[in-house]
């Protein structure tokens, strides 16, 4: 048997293997290709693509939810959190223009690029480390430059006011820019394995502050 001929029949039981063969044997296999497919190819062309080292980031916190998600009213949620962006002079119209004006959900999986410093907007959304077990994925409100150096100080829109870590961001704790929403409630096949470890007040959906 030729070359041609021993790939193809190798290509065969390989492909019945992976996608047609039912039995335990088959299963394994798939959940093995797959977890091989994304760490060791997906994630490194994303990762080369976006240009940042987490292309993909699943939502874990409510803390850029608006209520009803996809069918939020963007007016009715204006009205309770007016309040925390008068002081940085965002007005609902200004708002309206931000990426992403009616948050996201606990569970999204949201596509990142990297994050230059020197092209974000007041009204991006970006992700990062701020000493903590998971990096942070909120919407900048300010940004200053000091000699030659970005810092941003950011917001979540479902949360009541800033937390200290998100004060003041040095361009060194970017990870990326939110691009856009990728796959709605999707990440919550990861994040329910996680629920049980949470406080009470971190589990399950999510509701409006």
Request: with cysteine; hydrophobic share 40%; glycine share 6%.
């Amino acid at each position: 048997m030729d070359k041609t001929k021993k790939f193809k029949e190798f290509f065969k039981k390989f492909w019945y293997l992976l996608w047609k063969d039912d039995s335990l044997k088959g299963w394994i296999f798939s959940l093995i290709f797959l977890f091989v497919f994304i760490k060791f190819i997906l994630f490194p062309t994303l990762s080369l693509l976006t240009g940042t080292a987490l292309p993909l980031a699943i939502v874990d916190s409510c803390s850029m939810y608006h209520k009803g998600n996809l069918f939020s009213n963007f007016d009715s949620w204006w009205k309770t959190h007016e309040w925390k962006y008068t002081p940085y002079n965002i007005s609902n119209k200004t708002f309206k223009d931000f990426r992403l004006d009616n948050g996201f959900n606990k569970g999204d999986i949201l596509l990142m690029i990297k994050a230059n410093p020197e092209k974000l907007k007041v009204g991006d959304i970006i992700i990062f480390e701020a000493g903590q077990k998971n990096p942070i994925i909120h919407r900048i409100m300010k940004i200053e430059k000091r000699g030659d150096k970005y810092f941003f100080s950011t917001m979540g829109d479902n949360n009541n006011g800033q937390l200290s870590v998100e004060e003041e961001i040095s361009q060194d704790q970017l990870v990326g820019k939110t691009v856009f929403k990728l796959a709605p409630y999707v990440g919550w096949g990861k994040l329910i394995f996680y629920e049980k470890a949470r406080t009470p007040s971190e589990r399950g959906f999510c509701e409006e502050n």
